[in-house]
Nanobody
Framework: VQLQASGGGLVRAGGSLRLSCAASGRTVSNNAMGWFRQAPGKEREFVASINWRGGNAYYTDSVKGRFVISRDNAKNTLYLQMNSMTPEDTAVYYC?????????????????WGQGTQVTVSS
């Protein structure tokens, strides 16, 4: 499975971005998927995960109410809508395919990873 993340960029605080992650090689519709991020000098952290059907999502506390994860299995694509962004959201964002179909939050339970897309939020 190859994952291509896109949609990153520079946005002002309070603004919005929508990330996309297109999967190729095989269908990922039976797998949960997720987003992680890594800020400079920090460890990679979990952001959000969604189950195989898209009916169940899980978020880290710092993005609850601001970010929305979704997926389109017909397009083999994962999304992350980011609203009310703050400078603390600045990071490289990675999409990943999980082992199994249920939501995950531990990076070790994700098998395939995209190359990352840079998100920068200015104050």
């Amino acid at each position: 499975v190859q994952l291509q993340a896109s949609g990153g960029g520079l946005v002002r605080a309070g603004g919005s971005l929508r990330l996309s992650c297109a999967a190729s090689g095989r269908t990922v519709s039976n797998n949960a998927m997720g987003w992680f991020r890594q800020a400079p000098g920090k460890e990679r952290e979990f952001v959000a995960s969604i189950n195989w059907r898209g009916g169940n999502a899980y978020y880290t506390d710092s993005v609850k109410g601001r970010f929305v994860i979704s997926r389109d299995n017909a397009k083999n694509t994962l999304y992350l809508q980011m609203n009310s962004m703050t400078p603390e959201d600045t990071a490289v964002y990675y999409c990943a395919v999980a082992l199994g179909s249920v939501v995950r939050s531990t990076s070790q339970l994700f098998r395939y990873w995209g190359q990352g897309t840079q998100v920068t939020v200015s104050s």
